[in-house]
Structures are given as structure tokens and as C-alpha cells.
């Protein structure tokens, strides 16, 4: 019984044909299964044209090499079979003539050894409504002439049915061919060895898969495949390593302090001689995708301190976000509203009444410079600018030592680990059918082990490939931090009330009574512990779901999977020692081939008596503070209408928008309010787009509907950060304008003694007391 058999026949047809091969009939091939107890069935067909049969000279000559074609069903409806062979035409005198016996087409065949480790099943799906009870493997290697060997496991329902242990090694000796074209398939089926009252008599079949050994032959150059496990042996060998790599890692440490290096630039031991902030430096961000340079994938980056006064960026979000300049392109629209600005500068002198600041209305405060009318008309970006802003709301201990993989640009952490400790094979049960509504192929479950094809016997190498002895069960407890999601696809509308719920095995725990409410960022900080049995239940899935109140199914907005034991039997993990990294991990959806989103989150897995030990990390966000936000709206300034009612529009955020009163009969454009405004706000802020402050200049209509002349808007997260850092009242425009002073003068100073003013040489030293600014117009309130 096999589902990848092989031949090696020769058929034979004498026939007359026409010249013209064009209108000859086609070959037909039929495939079908026989019955001993009942008829035989055909489960296969293939239709071979004449056209692409080769034409040999004699019969003698040299026999084409087969080809892989693709079969269909009876019924000509496309199958996903294919069956490997060739045709050929040979000219006869007359039909009576005799051919000589044709020559044997099996290959040049080699002995060689199959070596299969079998670890076990897992996540295997019901039957029939029955759970799988005690499910047994059996692997069959076929080969010519029916000399093919078989391999069956013993029945095991450890640690449960679903996801039972084998722990099994088995080498068999067969016959290979030398042209990894003509490979065999394995076939693996997985049946149920208990079964009701039929148990022994039949065993059902629970899922099948065919391996092709080609990419596993040895001396197949091309598409040669090697075992790439990486399994954590837990040796004496491995812990001397790892003791040399830390003494390595000590002596390049201090001898890169002798250099004068930073001690952020060998901070962490992968990062030794590089420096990430320098990636995200302005001068060099077209240079970086614009995906892994964006604010939302890289907001758990940190920078030292001495780093905070100049970062370009824009801010990130949440409690970790760092003031990074996100690399998306200036569309087309705005590089021609920006030189539309400069022709209208450079024809238009600058006027005493313009305001210092015009573009401070900007919605990238990194790239707005700032012009001022004391003494020049120097301008100014707001990094060069002695202005320090703090990188993110508060400081989470937890996150040290954490960052290093996700300033490296790393997402998900199989990425860094680049192999897995054992292979994995799906299986599947059901017929395919290319109409998906009448398909029934679906995918049961896996199996996990090793293959490997030898060219000696494996049972000669002084060390075996894979120690089973090192797969015991034991308990282990699982910790999985969940920080933060991002990008979040909406189910329904444009928003979403997000919760977390996360599997392993038959255990499940959500965060359903405590989700989040109208976002697409949320912050979670939530902590999920298991029990498990390692070998085992190994699949860890993390689901994140609309919450929704009128509706009893909460619809899945996407998930990601995390194998545990690829994890922890991994030489890699187990190399990063206590302090994992945190990843981002893509969410993703069977309905959509999109990605829903990214969680930011880090695993621990722990033995239970090293657990008990350890308390699980507390993960909380920074503290939530009330602030108000006052803005005096003065006047407008060159509308161009000759006569209106104008009055503006201010709201942040999601707060509610707040207008002045209406200025009647305006001529010439200039209106005047004199108009304040309070907006109460609570720091800190799910997002930077949250930070920025929107404005709106409307013209009242009484009769008809108003119509909206204008908008712009203003990016104050930098300052919200700055006024919750430091506690106090920030007003925006008299920072920047102090600051502008205090830069100019020390450029006048530089320029009349010729050397820098920093340094603190009798003479030089600027009293800022003389800066003189204007009344406060735009201010960020301390705690209500």
C-alpha cells in the first residue's frame, strides 16, 4: 500500500499512425487501485499527446528521460498527482515487423541507510467526531521490485492523544537509485491503534503525508538538503563553551573601554562595534526601508541619554518609544507645496508682523525650521536647536537587556535562531478537489523527527546524530509578556476593542474582562503562565479578538504561533540565556493574505522548580496623568477673501472640538479673536498622531451650511513628553524662541572671538537674562 509506487515498465503499442503526428490520437494513461475483496477502481488519468513524444532513429537508440507530468481525475478535473515518464515513436518498415525486447530502464541503483527519528505527533484533529486515542506512525520506503522496507512505532497516548511522544530511532538498509531524479517518496500515515470495539482488527487512518527523498540524497550536488538541527545536547562540552564565549566577551569588553569606545557601543554582545542610532540619523534615512525604519516597528529602540538632545526623529509611542524620524518619502503634493513656499519667500520680503514661527504649523516637527527676527533671518531645525526632550513616557527596567533584537531591525525571533531542532512534516486527510466547496483535503496535524538518507551505516558513528535521551518529559512552566499591539486591522468600522487570548494544548486564558477600548494600538502589558509537559504540547497560539458586547462570538482580528519545543531544544535559545529577547511578531489571518498587525511581546520558558523561585515580571505602563492644554487664538492673517465670517477650530486627538467666536463682516482677511481655549488631556498618549493639535478656519454661513476655508495642524507630542517628564508648564513658542536666542548668540560670540563659546573661558559667558519674548500663546498645563 503506497500512494507513490513505482513501475518501471516498458508498454509497448504497434500501430499505424499518421504522418502528420498533429492528427494522431493521444496516449491515454489510467492509474488505478486494486482491490483483492472487491473490483478495481480507477483513480487517475493522463492524456499524452503524440506531439511530445520523442522520435528515435532505431530502437536502439538511446531512451528519452522521463519527465514529470501532471495527472488529473477520471472525470479529466485537475488532481495534484503527477507520474514520472516518457514516450517515444520508433518508425517500422511494416506493422508486422518484430522490435527486439526493450532494455531494462531501472536505474543504476546504490546501497544506502534511511535513518528516521521519530519524536511524535502533534495537534492532531479528531475523526469523525473521535479524539485520536493511542496513534501509532507507520513509514514505508518503497523500491524496486516491491523490495522496499516499512517501519511502524509503537502505539503511545503520552502525554495525550493529540500530541503523543514516540522517541523512536530506526535505520534501514535499501537500495537507492544514483539519479536523484528517480528518488522514492516516503510515505507516512498515522493511524489510530484503539478504536472501539474494532481495535486491532482496523485502524484508522488519522493523516498521511509523502516525503520526496531527493533533496535528502547525499550525492545529489544540486538540491542536497542536510539535517540543519541545532538541538541543545545540555552538556559538559556546551557549558565549557559558553564559559569561553563570556571570558571572550569580558576581554573584547575591556578592551574596547581601553580604546575609548562608548559603553552603548558594546552594550550588548552581538552588537559589539556598531552603534543603531546612527541608522536613524536624518542625513542617512532614504538609505533604510521604509518599513523597517517606521516609528511603529522600531518604537521599542532606546538611546543613551547623551543622545536625547539631538535625536531627529519623530516621537514613538507608548511607554518605550524613542524620538526616531520615520523614513517615509515626501509625496509628490508636498514637494510642490514646499517650493510653492520658498518662490513666495524669496518674492516676498519677510514682514515685522509675520510671526517668528510660520512654520511651526507642521506636522513633522523634525523637519520644520524655525526663522526668527532677532538680529538675522538664521533659521533652524528643531534637533539643532538646545532643546532636550526626554525618548519615552518612563523608563521599564524590565526592558534592559531585552532591546538588542529589535534594534537590530529583528522581528520574529526564528529569524535570529535561522534553524529548527527537529523537522517538520504536515499531515493531511480527505480527496482535493479544485472547487475548494467540495474539497474535503485539509491539513490534520504534524509530525516531528529527523530523516536522513546515509551512505554508511549510521549505527557505526561513535556518537549518535540525535541522543533521544535528552527528549525526557518533564514539567515546564511558559511566561509569555505581551507588551504592546500595533497596526491593527479593523474587523469592522475603523477602530476596534482588542483583548488577548492565548492557547497551549487545552489550557486557555484570555484577557476578555480587561480589553482594550476603541484602538488600534493597544497597550496590553498583560503576563501568561502555563503548565506544560516538554516533549509535548508545543504549540503556542496567541490570538487577538474584538471584544465586542451585543455579539456572543468575538471575531478573531489575527494570530500568531510559537513552538515551544522548536524553542527550547534549540542551541540558539538556550545560548541567550536568562534574559530573552522581546520580538515583534506579524498577526496573521486564514481569510487574508495580509498582515492584521504586530504584537511586541518576549517568552520565557522556565523548569518548574526554577519557576517557583522566580516571580514572573510585572509589566505595567507609565502612570496616567491629567493635563490641560490652553491655546490664545489672536487673529488670521492674508485669507484671501475680501470679505467673511470667520471663526476657528481647534481639538487634539479625540477631544472634543472646541471654536472661537465668529468674527462678522471681516475685511481683508485679518480677523481677531483674542479667543482662549482649554483642552483637558490625559498623558501619556496611545500615539504620536494623537499629539498633534488640529486647526480649522471656518467662514460662517447663516443661511446655508459653513464652509471651511482651511486646516493645518501642529505636532506638540515632543512637548507633551517634555511637560510630563519635568511636571511643569511648558509654553511651546517661548521655549523655542529662548532657545533660537540663546543659539545666536553663541554664533555671535563665535564669530567675534573666533573660538567656540562652550568652552568656559573668562569673557565669553552669555547672560540669557537679557533674552526678552513675547506673551505666551500655546502652553501645556501641569497635573490637574
Not at 471681516?666 to 501619556?684: F, M, Y
Request: net charge negative.
Amino acid at each position: 500500500m503506497t500512494t507513490a509506487p513505482l513501475f518501471y515498465e516498458t508498454l509497448e503499442f504497434h500501430e499505424m499512425l499518421p504522418l502528420d503526428v498533429r492528427f494522431g490520437p493521444d496516449i491515454v494513461v489510467q492509474v488505478w487501485d486494486r482491490d483483492v475483496f472487491s473490483s478495481n477502481t480507477p483513480r487517475a488519468l493522463l492524456r499524452f499527446p503524440l506531439t511530445k513524444c520523442h522520435v528515435l532513429a532505431s530502437e536502439g537508440s538511446k531512451i528519452p528521460s522521463p519527465s514529470w507530468e501532471n495527472l488529473t481525475s477520471i472525470g479529466a478535473e485537475p488532481i495534484s498527482s503527477q507520474i514520472l515518464m516518457s514516450a517515444a515513436l520508433i518508425r517500422k518498415r511494416d506493422l508486422s515487423e518484430r522490435l527486439g525486447r526493450s532494455e531494462c530502464i531501472i536505474p543504476q541503483m546504490r546501497q544506502a541507510w534511511v535513518e528516521i527519528t521519530c519524536v511524535g505527533v502533534r495537534q492532531l484533529k479528531a475523526h469523525r467526531l473521535r479524539a485520536p486515542q493511542e496513534p501509532c506512525v507507520r513509514i514505508d520506503v518503497p523500491a524496486p521490485n516491491d523490495r522496499g522496507n516499512c517501519f511502524r512505532t509503537q502505539p503511545s497516548s503520552v502525554p495525550s492523544g493529540r500530541n503523543a511522544n514516540f522517541l523512536e530511532r530506526k535505520v534501514m538498509a535499501i537500495d537507492m537509485p544514483e539519479n536523484p531524479l528517480y528518488a522514492p517518496n516516503l510515505d507516512l500515515r498515522v493511524y489510530d491503534a484503539r478504536v472501539g470495539i474494532s481495535a486491532g482488527l482496523h485502524k484508522r487512518l488519522l493523516g498521511a503525508s509523502s516525503i520526496d527523498l531527493s533533496s535528502k540524497l547525499p550525492w545529489n550536488s544540486e538540491a542536497f538538503v542536510a539535517p540543519q538541527t541545532e538541538l541543545f545536547s545540555g552538556s559538559d562540552v556546551w557549558q565549557q563553551e559558553k564559559e569561553r564565549n563570556e571570558e571572550s566577551h569580558l576581554r573584547t569588553q575591556s578592551e574596547l573601554l581601553g580604546s575609548g569606545l562608548s559603553q552603548w557601543t558594546i552594550k550588548y554582545p552581538g552588537d559589539a562595534g556598531l552603534q543603531f542610532r546612527e541608522r536613524l540619523d536624518s542625513n542617512h534615512e532614504d538609505d533604510y526601508d521604509e518599513f523597517e525604519c517606521d516609528v511603529e516597528h522600531l518604537e521599542l529602540e532606546r538611546h543613551s541619554p547623551d543622545a536625547l538632545s539631538s535625536m531627529p526623529g519623530d516621537s514613538g509611542t507608548g511607554a518605550f518609544d524613542p524620538m526616531i524620524l520615520s523614513g517615509l518619502p515626501m509625496i509628490h503634493e508636498d514637494v510642490i507645496f514646499r517650493e510653492k513656499q520658498i518662490q513666495f519667500a524669496e518674492k516676498f520680503p519677510l514682514d515685522e508682523d509675520i510671526t517668528p514661527f510660520p512654520e511651526m504649523i507642521n506636522a513633522s516637527s523634525t523637519s520644520t525650521e524655525y526663522s526668527t527676527l532677532l538680529g538675522s533671518q538664521a533659521s533652524y531645525k528643531l534637533s539643532e536647536l538646545p532643546i532636550s526632550f526626554p525618548s519615552q513616557w518612563a523608563a521599564a527596567e524590565y526592558i534592559e537587556g531585552r532591546e538588542w533584537w529589535t534594534k537590530q531591525g529583528g522581528r520574529e525571533l526564528e529569524n535570529h535562531l535561522k534553524t529548527k531542532p527537529f523537522e517538520t512534516y504536515k499531515l493531511f486527510r480527505g480527496k482535493f478537489h479544485p472547487n475548494a466547496s467540495k474539497s474535503t483535503l485539509r491539513c490534520v496535524g504534524v509530525f516531528k523527527g529527523i530523516l536522513r538518507v546515509l551512505e554508511t551505516n549510521p549505527s557505526c558513528e561513535k556518537e549518535p546524530f540525535f541522543p533521544l535521551q535528552i527528549l525526557s518529559s518533564a514539567i515546564y512552566t511558559v511566561r509569555l509578556y505581551i507588551i504592546r499591539g500595533s497596526n491593527l486591522q479593523p474587523v469592522n468600522g475603523n477602530s476596534a476593542d482588542p483583548y488577548l487570548r492565548v492557547k497551549l494544548g487545552t489550557d486557555i486564558q484570555d484577557s476578555r474582562s480587561s480589553h482594550c477600548t476603541r484602538t488600534l494600538k493597544p497597550e496590553f502589558y498583560e503576563t501568561f503562565e502555563f503548565r506544560t509537559v516538554i516533549p509535548g504540547p508545543s504549540l503556542l497560539k496567541v490570538q487577538v479578538r474584538d471584544w465586542n458586547r451585543f455579539y456572543p462570538v468575538h471575531e478573531i482580528i489575527g494570530q500568531t504561533e510559537i513552538d515551544l519545543e522548536d524553542r527550547w531544544f534549540h542551541y540558539g535559545w538556550q545560548k541567550l540565556d536568562r534574559l530573552k529577547p522581546i520580538e515583534i511578531r506579524s498577526l496573521h489571518k486564514d481569510t487574508s493574505p495580509i498582515i492584521q498587525g504586530q504584537l511586541h511581546l518576549w517568552l520565557e520558558i522556565r523548569p518548574e522548580a526554577e519557576a517557583h523561585r522566580e516571580p514572573p515580571v510585572e509589566l505595567h505602563g507609565p502612570k496616567k496623568q491629567k493635563f490641560e492644554l490652553r491655546i490664545v487664538c489672536w487673529k488670521s492673517r492674508d485669507v484671501p477673501f475680501d470679505m467673511g465670517d470667520y471663526f476657528a477650530e481647534f481639538w487634539i486627538g479625540d477631544s472634543r472640538k472646541q471654536k472661537t467666536d465668529v468674527h462678522w463682516r471681516c475685511r481683508n482677511g485679518q480677523a481677531s479673536w483674542n479667543w482662549r481655549i482649554k483642552i483637558p488631556i490625559e498623558l501619556p498618549l496611545d500615539s504620536p498622531e494623537k499629539g498633534r493639535l488640529m486647526l480649522q478656519l471656518w467662514d460662517q454661513d447663516v443661511i446655508k451650511w459653513n464652509e471651511v476655508i482651511g486646516d493645518t495642524q501642529v505636532d506638540l507630542y515632543r512637548w507633551f513628553l517634555k511637560a510630563y517628564h519635568e511636571q511643569r508648564v511648558v509654553n511651546v513658542f517661548k521655549e523655542v524662541k529662548d532657545a533660537i536666542s540663546r543659539q545666536q548668540m553663541k554664533a555671535a560670540k563665535k564669530e567675534t572671538y573666533g573660538r567656540n563659546i562652550d568652552s568656559n573661558e573668562e569673557g565669553t559667558e552669555i547672560n540669557e537674562t537679557e533674552v526678552r519674548t513675547s506673551p505666551d500663546t500655546l502652553e501645556v498645563g501641569g497635573s490637574a
